[in-house]
């Protein structure tokens, strides 16, 4: 394992970070956050013509072939712009599960659409229970059609398909199909989201490798973990920045030993996370053996550590935190819903355990 970025990755890192200045700075997040949607087509087709939409999927679906790490370049880097609208619902979510579960023709309808940017798509996943674990879904297919409700699905209104995890498959929906209703649901990140939607004798594509969800669902959270480390960055710079010029006393509160305590805390965290989430990428890529074990220490960690962080930038702004017109609090709302997708740290420490105790004993019928 490298402990250094690549010349080209750290290209794709600096491209991305100039895209984002360019195309995507906080005013256009804040034009796009007062839409219904929070989508802009324009963007999209930015971001499409960048080879964005495909760039981790096989060039015979119109993807560049680049790998798992340099989508968690890229994603700490929309993390750190506070992207708005569905590109990690569809590109990560929706397109990793088609890859990793998908029969060769169904990833050449769906999935090469997505890579060259002429669909959206989205995962529905949970239902009442609220639940991430997928021995509590309920919803089940009967004779290739659905009837049931997803709730919190993200992006749903502009996406073109939904795929639909269910207990006997994942089903490919079209969003105009009959039978579907979709409506908004609250939710705290403006920059993305949430519906609900109810099924009712709807047809279902489904797919032909279900044993392909826990990968793919693998790199939907390590990519996650990657934007939360991109927005807890950006909550640093914005803490550090500010430490730096609002004044009491007469001086900079950043010259305060207990305001630097706090910076010096939530770089510690920042930096954390980071790491966690590199390793966890380098495992999934490499098929590690611990690689379930990795994704869950950085998703738990960076839950714990991205709320943390959001806690102590709006303590060091004070009031000004709390106002509209100041972008910390954007970044903290990504954050806390940020914190429960794909399961809490609570919810990894659990899988963490079990994983742990089913490699132990695995390895005692062995010896």
């Not at 305060?256 to 980071?274: G, I, K, P, W």
């Amino acid at each position: 394992m490298q402990f250094g970025l690549s010349e080209s990755q750290e290209i794709l890192r600096d491209s991305a970070r100039k895209f984002f200045a360019g195309e995507c700075p906080m005013a256009e997040v804040r034009r796009l956050i007062e839409t219904d949607t929070a989508h802009d087509a324009k963007l999209w087709a930015k971001m499409a013509e960048q080879g964005y939409t495909g760039f981790i999927y096989p060039e015979e679906y119109g993807g560049a072939g680049l790998g798992i790490f340099e989508l968690i370049l890229w994603m700490e880097e929309s993390g750190r712009a506070l992207l708005p609208g569905p590109f990690f619902t569809t590109v990560v979510q929706a397109g990793s599960l088609l890859d990793a579960a998908g029969s060769p023709e169904q990833k050449k309808k769906y999935l090469g659409p997505i890579c060259r940017g002429e669909t959206r798509a989205t995962v529905a996943f949970l239902e009442a229970g609220a639940s991430w674990d997928p021995a509590d879904i309920r919803l089940e297919a009967v004779d290739g059609k659905l009837t049931g409700e997803k709730l919190f699905v993200p992006d749903a209104a502009v996406a073109d398909s939904i795929l639909v995890v269910t207990r006997n498959g994942v089903y490919v929906v079209d969003s105009r199909a009959p039978g579907i209703a979709i409506k908004p649901m609250p939710g705290m990140d403006l920059t993305r989201r949430q519906y609900s939607v109810k099924f009712k004798d709807t047809p279902g594509d489904k797919l032909g490798n279900p044993s392909g969800l826990p990968r793919a669902r693998g790199i939907a959270t390590t990519a996650l973990v990657a934007e939360m480390v991109g927005g807890m960055q950006r909550t640093l710079d914005l803490t550090v920045e500010y430490a730096k010029t609002r004044k009491q006393f007469g001086k900079p509160i950043g010259t305060f030993q207990a305001v630097q305590h706090q910076c010096a805390d939530m770089y510690l965290e920042t930096e954390s996370s980071r790491s966690a989430v590199y390793y966890a990428a380098w495992a999934l890529e490499q098929n590690a053996p611990d690689a379930a074990t990795a994704v869950s220490i950085a998703k738990m960690y960076a839950s714990d550590a991205c709320r943390t962080v959001g806690n102590r930038g709006i303590q060091i702004h004070g009031g000004m935190g709390f106002t509209w017109e100041n972008d910390v609090h954007l970044y903290y709302r990504r954050a806390k819903a940020c914190e429960t997708m794909f399961g809490d740290a609570t919810y990894h420490r659990e899988r963490i355990a079990k994983l742990v105790i089913d490699t132990a004993a695995a390895a005692a019928k062995t010896a």
